[in-house]
């Protein structure tokens, strides 16, 4: 994306004061809150900056004395695959290297004119062409880089209730100090009805000032504490933990080519015992355990349904 700012792709219409959520007076020079008077800065080039302009309190609460299924179904736990229920799939040429076709598969066709789908952690805006390809109107979030349109603060979002239909979001959660506060922002701005796809790191090394981790018990559990249906908590089959650990952690400064050459045989003699004892004990050495206990990452689909949404 280019450095200069693009106007169309600021969503100048959407956006609110990320502190008080009041609506915004915007000059050429400076963005004021029409509320609380919190002054953000809007230049002539690069991102327009929403972050947060002081320390905000927020409070949470969780329900316990209940395990993670007793109020919620059990989702999906399967080895991320194509949606079959994919009304459109993107070609190949229209992914990027870091959305798969699996994970594309689950982002639905805009249901109309004006439909928004956020970016929440965009960097480069690389999803933004398969976003747009779909009919979203796209709208790029990010804390710090440089390339994207808005700079935010994905604990508080400068964006209205009910906003987007679709929120895409991959590789962030790790990334964030406290993703309770994110997941609830997230659920806050998505429509009634809308959905989420996202990914977490599971056996992946600490990188970029990362945080948190999450199973796929603990994300399941964080996404529907935040108030969302979850669907699927789907392993990668390409990006497994001993791939991200050779990279990132045992041969650190190595290509990723060579550190994967590297573990290539211990995949190999991984998956042989895997297979050789799945004869004997299918359920414990299932595929499905397999990819649960060595992955490097999982997706999420998840929804806000209306009934959810309108008890909240």
Not at 75 to 95: G, H, Q, R
Not at 170 to 184: K, S, T
Request: glycine residues 6%; contains cysteine.
């Amino acid at each position: 994306m280019s450095q200069t700012r693009q106007s169309e792709i600021v969503p100048w219409d959407c956006l609110v004061c990320p502190d008080c959520r009041a609506g915004l007076h915007v000059t050429s020079e400076s963005i004021i809150c029409s509320q609380c008077a919190a002054a953000y800065t809007n230049r002539e080039s690069g991102p327009v900056d929403m972050r947060l302009q002081g320390a905000k309190t927020v409070e949470v609460s969780h329900t316990i004395g209940t395990g993670p299924f007793e109020r919620h179904p059990r989702p999906d736990f399967s080895v991320i695959s194509v949606n079959p229920e994919a009304d459109t799939l993107l070609a190949d040429s229209d992914l990027p290297i870091h959305l798969t076709k699996e994970q594309a598969s689950y982002i639905p066709p805009a249901s109309g004119d004006g439909a928004m789908c956020l970016d929440l952690g965009c960097g480069n805006g690389e999803y933004r062409h398969p976003i747009e390809k779909l009919g979203y109107r796209w709208a790029g979030i990010d804390f710090d880089h440089p390339d994207a349109p808005v700079h935010a603060d994905a604990h508080a979002l400068p964006f209205p209730d009910d906003t987007f239909d679709v929120i895409v979001s991959l590789a962030v959660l790790e990334h964030v100090q406290f993703p309770d506060i994110v997941l609830r922002e997230a659920h806050r701005v998505l429509k009634p009805g809308g959905r989420i796809i996202a990914s977490v790191a599971y056996l992946v090394p600490f990188h970029a000032s990362s945080f948190f981790n999450m199973t796929h018990y603990g994300a399941f559990s964080a996404f529907t504490d935040a108030g969302f249906q979850v669907s699927r908590v789907a392993p990668e089959r390409i990006y497994l933990g001993i791939r991200a650990e050779s990279f990132t952690g045992l041969f650190v400064g190595a290509s990723r080519r060579f550190c994967y050459a590297l573990v290539w045989p211990l995949i190999v003699a991984h998956r042989l015992w895997w297979r050789l004892n799945r004869v004997r004990s299918p359920g414990r050495y299932s595929v499905e355990n397999m990819y649960l206990l060595t992955s490097g990452a999982f997706t999420i689909v998840a929804t806000t349904p209306a009934d959810v949404k309108d008890a909240d």
